[in-house]
């Protein structure tokens, strides 16, 4: 193998004239005239190579080229013809004329495309994932993924952050999502379990006084795979001692500054919008609004003070609200049909359902005849113009706004177009708490190491858990949760009220968590933290629609990989050595 | 709390004057003269905090104070007295007098030593890991890994290395080591195998067209632990096209001179020595010489060509060598006892025993009264000394030299002071293939995508394979294989035959590795790479004795952690759902 002088990326005009040597793939093959022109192709880019039929030899040789197959080639840099210079092409004004070839290795005609977009089943692009790579477009997901990261961690280095890596094989804590786990052969009967995050560990390494923690790191969850999730994803997950919320906000807005421009060009502000939790659901029913599609919710409710109409009246005298929100310009498109299914989602969402006003030349909706005065009004209120319509619902206020939330959601995920740019924002003062309705009690929203507000705490703990804040917080961009951290509880007074609030036991705490708690009796410093999703950060960045476009071999829906066939079978022999038996008798 | 204003390393005489914020851990206190002095620690250094007993308040407040506890100070910064200078502290030259005190949690009495080098049991160390990573010389242990991983980082992506993340929920493959399994949920009695190494998948990244991969990636072997092995364990591992071997070499002494140079100040010289296994074998004994300690074997064979012990006379008729090598000045601490020892270890090495020869102040061996004369001329060949001892061996070549390197290994590990800098080579050429004595069959060294020598290949496949030889490669340091790696083989032919020679039939071929072999029928690149361990790494340039103490938090060797517990035992309603029993019963 002769080895490259060049890569397929760089030659240009100021290199006519040189021997260079290139090495690559074959990405396509033209006849003009008698000459082959081979389009040569590496990660860099691609380079015109050309057989001249003059040298019978060499040109035979190249006759024998298929696509994808890996040759060397010797050849000089010359001008291309004016007429055959492509702009489009970085090195689209050279051609190399060969002097030499040798076939590197060959190819089988490959079973998806490789130089156009494949629109393949993925189940055949992840089988032939190493294929489905050689396409540019994957090579830039993977290249800016890299240079994402790469960002990130020069400007945690700068910091004093400390890159430190915790277990993989740890134990099993049955909160959360469920646990990966991995039998113990040398204890038999005891199992390992894959983190679905560091968190216990990075707050240890606080404890021990490492002060400034980043990792980027897999995580593991055995969910059942749906909505574009993988069983194992890649966080960038940071902590810091002697800080508040702030300073974790400060690092992170400098952070994801600093990463997209580099990776990409992005300029984004120097500090990102905040808003509560409870403004973002009476705003945008949703606690992780996409601002670029506007759509705001408006309290309407004084416009039915005195309605006639009895289904509004009613609500509103038992403490209820009238909440709107207006799309621009798809009247047309919401037909009866369209309308009947976001009633359907309104009241599976525990409205009544859903009311409806278009301006189509005239005003009209499904309750004009009820309260046509009204219905005005909140045209009116709402600054509706000719082709707009208007989505109003009717009860308690939060249920409003979350279910006008989702119908929000939807309209942006069904009805619009994708809208351009980054909206990012830090949504605060989650609630502390949540009521899980299946097991009739108190949970932690966030998690169990989250530092309530003290205030609420002491107000009302007692009378109404559910109104304490917490000092959780989420960085959402463009309406995905990228980033979920939390001042945590470094007081183990605080620790223990949490435990009883949610029902835990200390026995049950002590299982759970002991090694924490102990720690926490060995002086902890107050610290902070936060993990963003990394895989979703970059697939956003790469304009891609799954995050398996920005994963190098993702698993399928199914958490299986066509490729290698993972999961697969064991021996006997694997098995016995863990003395395990599977329920269906093998293993016995 | 009051944030801090500087850390606990950073105040300096040119500081004197200023009011200061420090935040940290209570280190040590001393009362002198009814003054308090409190030692204040965190990730960056000490500084001394002096509280007065004329600000009443305050100091009752300091007189609480325990080792360990979390305060908060404002003080302003003072030079201190001529007498109180400490040189060996960075902040010797000034003290803090406190005007504010908050104490920001307590702490116990902790179970192990922060301040001073703890003796306690490891157990005990690991049990309460985060105290143990309080004290200074780990975090610098876990520092300077810090600053390596970002040196390589930085070295490789200048390089245009690109860090993918291949999978860790993969595919068992029954070669090598013994794998970690996962039993996966949805597919049931099916399993993940937690990846030996990302072999096979930086391959398909090269197959892919990435041209250059690297990854500082945790690996799993489910192992008896022993020899400071851990069952997770942290490799850089890289991968590239269109390159042989030197250009590896290049890569891998430009980035660890790069790494030694910013992490430690150790300069590497610009191109590592080299030297072929046999080179190795026959100068160490061993394929990883450690050549601080010197004590090459030497061939003296001749001096015994016409001796009349039969011993070594019968041994020579039949093709038979001897070989010798010499410690110096240990003569006296060679006891009859040990020498017996190092006898043993001769003996368990396949040698008929193990010939030794003394100089102290007269010239004694175990045959001296045999051939006194080849005695004296041995003595005379190797330079020996008053003080000097010689071992000597007879045998089959390769034999003694091996038997010579462990006894030769044994003496630097157990009789010798550790040696001070850095060794560090390459090991060539290292033979494709051994004999498997158990299962009496040919197996790969390295593995079996490792590229022969094609001209040994072709010579000896069919008459001798064992003298096959590969471009596999080492990396050395201090006795250590610290690196792996290998030309690859790209050519389907070539595969074949290695299949071929090792008795995997295409069927078994397929089932192993049949998607490595399904990508190379569609253009691979020539490629080679290699895996460097950087656990051992860190831990020779930290001066470490164990791996575990660069590691945040390690396995105890039955691979068990006593401050998490894991492994531990899981639910019943978590076996369930994997569909797994365990044998004794559990789980039914």
């Known amino acids: 193998m002769e080895k490259r002088t060049h890569n397929c990326g760089e030659l240009r005009k100021k290199d006519v004239g040189k021997e260079v040597v290139l090495n690559g793939w074959v990405d396509r093959i033209r006849d003009l005239g008698g000459i082959k022109f081979v389009l040569l192709r590496d990660r860099y880019g691609y380079t015109q190579v050309v057989f001249n039929p003059e040298d019978k030899e060499l040109y035979e040789k190249a006759l024998s080229l298929s696509p994808e197959y890996v040759i060397s080639i010797r050849g000089k840099v010359m001008e291309r013809p004016q007429d055959a210079v492509n702009p489009k092409m970085p090195t689209g004004e050279i051609e190399v004329h060969a002097v030499s070839l040798s076939i590197l290795s060959e190819s089988q005609t490959p079973p998806i495309y490789v130089n156009i977009d494949d629109e393949s089943s993925e189940?055949?692009?992840?089988?032939?994932?190493?294929?489905?790579?050689?396409?540019?477009?994957?090579?830039?997901?993977l290249i800016l993924r890299h240079k994402v990261v790469q960002a990130i961690r020069r400007f945690l280095n700068?910091?004093?952050?400390l890159e430190i890596e915790t277990p993989v094989l740890t134990k099993s804590t049955p909160e959360g999502a469920r646990d990966f786990l991995v039998p113990s052969r040398l204890k038999p009967g005891k199992f390992y379990a894959l983190p679905?995050?560091?968190?216990?560990?990075?707050?240890l390494l606080m404890v021990a006084g490492l002060d400034r923690y980043y990792q980027i790191v897999k995580c593991y969850r055995d969910e059942d795979f749906r909505a574009d999730r993988q069983p194992e994803f890649t966080q960038v997950d940071l902590e810091m001692s002697f800080v508040d919320e702030e300073d974790v906000f400060e690092v992170v807005e400098g952070m994801l500054k600093a990463a997209l421009e580099e990776a990409t060009g992005i300029e984004l502000p120097d500090k990102f919008d905040r808003m509560t939790y409870d403004e973002a659901i009476d705003q945008y029913g949703s606690d992780r609004p996409d601002r670029r599609y506007g759509m705001e919710l408006h309290d309407i409710t004084d416009i039915f003070k005195s309605t006639g109409f009895r289904v509004i009246s009613s609500s509103i005298e038992t403490g209820g609200v009238v909440r709107a929100f207006k799309i621009q310009g798809l009247a047309s498109r919401f037909t009866r049909k369209l309308i009947d299914q976001y009633t359907e989602l309104a009241k599976s969402q525990g409205l009544g359902g859903l009311i409806w006003i278009k301006i189509e030349n005239e005003l009209k909706s499904s309750i004009l005849k009820f309260c046509g005065e009204e219905v005005q009004s909140v045209a009116e209120r709402l600054g509706a113009m000719n082709g707009d319509i208007i989505f109003v619902a009717v009860g308690e206020r939060e249920l409003v706004s979350k279910a006008l939330g989702k119908v929000r959601e939807k309209v942006i995920a069904e009805e619009l177009p994708v809208a351009e740019g980054i909206d990012i924002l830090w949504i605060t003062e989650f609630p502390m708490f949540s009521f899980n309705e299946?097991?009739?009690?108190?949970?932690?929203?966030?998690h169990p190491f989250t530092m309530p507000d003290l205030n609420d705490l002491s107000r009302y703990k007692d009378t109404n858990p559910l109104k304490i804040k917490s000092r959780a917080y989420d960085l959402v961009i463009n309406g995905y949760e990228i980033g979920s951290g939390s001042v945590r509880i470094h007081r183990q007074d605080i620790q223990n009220e949490i435990f009883k609030l949610i029902g835990l036991s200390d026995e049950e705490a002590n299982k759970k968590f002991g090694f924490l708690l102990e720690a926490f009796k060995y002086g902890p410093p107050p610290h902070a933290g936060i993990a963003l999703g990394l895989d979703r950060l970059v697939a956003i960045l790469a304009g891609a629609n799954s995050i398996r476009d920005v994963i190098a071999f993702p698993k399928t829906a199914s958490g299986s990989d066509p490729m290698t066939g993972a999961p697969s079978e064991v021996s006997q022999q694997q098995l016995k050595e863990l003395k395990l038996m599977l329920m269906d008798g093998r293993g016995e």
Chains 1, 2 share one sequence.
């Open 123 to 141: 189940e055949l692009r992840l089988k032939y994932r190493y294929l489905d790579l050689r396409r540019p477009k994957m090579q830039r997901n």
């Open 158 to 161: 700068n910091l004093d952050f």
């Open 196 to 203: 679905q995050s560091p968190q216990l560990f990075k707050q």
């Open 438 to 446: 299946e097991e009739k009690r108190i949970e932690a929203e966030h």
